[in-house]
């Protein structure tokens, strides 16, 4: 099954657009105190994951902590996005890596399901569950066994915006999703339109609706609808494009309308915001916008580029919706034992520490130091996460089959699109999801 998702099409978007919150910074902690595994040396844990570029060197800099500690030598291989495919075929091939970092909580089900994975050891699963939130040890456990300790996350509720115009429209940060559209208004008035919308990647459509299913409808229906025990023809399905919608049809905030919009790329989106052209006020995604705005166009967070907390709609709560890493450990691997230890080491918050430093990640463990970040804006963003708690949910179309919630010109990801061209028939849509949600879920 094909699961390329968000946190992986991120991963690839954002290194393109030379992502890292703080290239070069050099990694702190990591390295002292008794070693957690003892005894390693001589060992080799190969360790697969998408992660190239910059995440890549950061997480290199985790496994030298981890060898430092234990004498473990460590390889990472990269997967490539189609992690399910991978692993799959190295299995097949007698050549399992130890351990795997899984970016969808579909794929880990379905390693579970096809029994490739060794349950988490009873260290780890006591560490998880004192340093994380249960939603993330509910993520990784399939049939009630800890399979995955979620390491690494994404916070998909942030909305970044140019100080400059907000200035020159005399607005401040809104509190409110209508706040927001009346926000975007203002900012179209002073002559730069509201939103960049990246429609050409329909992930980021998908993402606009689940921070607004999330806060009107709440998190347990979300929960119904990712699993699709609530079908899309629900009224709160329609209810939250019907306010998608009003955004959607505004030429005053949708940046060249939703035309352009259809032709605009992630890449792109930020560009129109923080780029040497700008072409919008905004841009709503996830806290990797930060590492665009940084490393390609050198601005500075927190100074040049800002971010608020998606706002609350209709009085609902704030959203926070998640993605991110798993790590998971295969039972064909050569050195499975070792492979534990490791996942044991990147359940502490010294393993964290040390890529946050190094700029472009969150953990999602409550124990990491925020000093160790390296900016007060990703430290204000891994608070928002941590201080979420709960209430997170993770990326509902990264939980669908990939039929619906992960293919380019299929699924969810085409409907919002034509939804974004054509946004008068919120009820028509919802109907089109749920005939392909029935399709893709089998149920």
Not at 366 to 372: H, I, P, R, S, Y
């Amino acid at each position: 099954m094909r699961r390329p998702g968000k946190t992986t099409r991120r991963s690839a978007a954002t290194t393109t657009a030379a992502l890292a919150l703080a290239l070069g910074a050099t990694a702190c902690g990591g390295a002292t105190g008794p070693a957690s595994g003892g005894g390693l040396s001589g060992q080799t844990v190969t360790v697969a994951g998408v992660w190239t570029g910059a995440e890549q060197e950061s997480f290199k800099k985790v496994l030298d902590a981890f060898t430092q500690k234990t004498g473990a030598k460590t390889v990472f291989v990269p997967s490539g996005d189609n992690v399910s495919t991978f692993v799959g075929s190295k299995i097949e091939g007698g050549n399992a890596p130890d351990v795997v970092m899984v970016p969808q909580v579909g794929v880990l089900q379905q390693f579970a399901k096809e029994g490739w994975l060794r349950p988490l050891s009873e260290q780890t699963a006591q560490t998880a569950g004192s340093t994380l939130a249960p939603v993330w040890k509910n993520y990784g456990t399939v049939d009630g066994t800890y399979y995955g300790l979620y390491f690494k996350a994404a916070h998909k509720s942030t909305v970044w915006y140019a100080p400059e115009a907000f200035a020159q429209a005399g607005v401040a940060e809104p509190k409110s999703y209508s706040d927001m559209l009346k926000t975007g208004r203002t900012l179209a008035d002073s002559g730069r339109p509201a939103f960049a919308i990246a429609g050409e990647d329909g992930w980021t459509l998908t993402d606009w609706f689940e921070n607004i299913y999330l806060s009107q409808a709440g998190p347990e229906k979300y929960d119904q609808l990712a699993q699709h025990k609530l079908k899309w023809t629900d009224e709160s399905v329609v209810r939250a494009l019907t306010t998608l919608g009003e955004l959607f049809k505004d030429k005053q905030l949708v940046a060249g309308g939703a035309q352009a919009a259809l032709g605009t790329d992630f890449p792109t989106s930020v560009a129109q915001v923080f780029g040497p052209e700008p072409k919008a006020g905004m841009v709503y995604e996830g806290d990797f916008v930060g590492g665009v705005a940084k490393g390609q166009f050198g601005k500075k967070l927190g100074q040049d580029a800002k971010f608020f907390p998606f706002p609350s709609v209709d009085g609902g709560r704030a959203p926070v919706v998640s993605g991110g890493d798993a790590a998971v450990v295969l039972k064909d691997g050569k050195n499975g034992q070792a492979g534990m230890k490791l996942v044991e080491f990147l359940a502490s918050a010294e393993a964290a520490e040390v890529w946050a430093g190094s700029g472009g990640f969150l953990s999602p463990n409550n124990e990491v130091d925020f000093a160790k970040y390296s900016d007060d804006t990703t430290r204000s963003t891994a608070n928002s996460l941590i201080a979420a708690g709960n209430s997170i949910r993770f990326d509902m179309s990264d939980q669908a089959p990939a039929a619906f919630g992960g293919t380019k010109g299929a699924g969810e990801w085409k409907l919002l699109q034509d939804f974004l061209r054509d946004p008068s028939d919120p009820q028509g849509t919802a109907a089109k999801l749920e005939a392909e949600a029935a399709k893709a879920y089998g149920n």
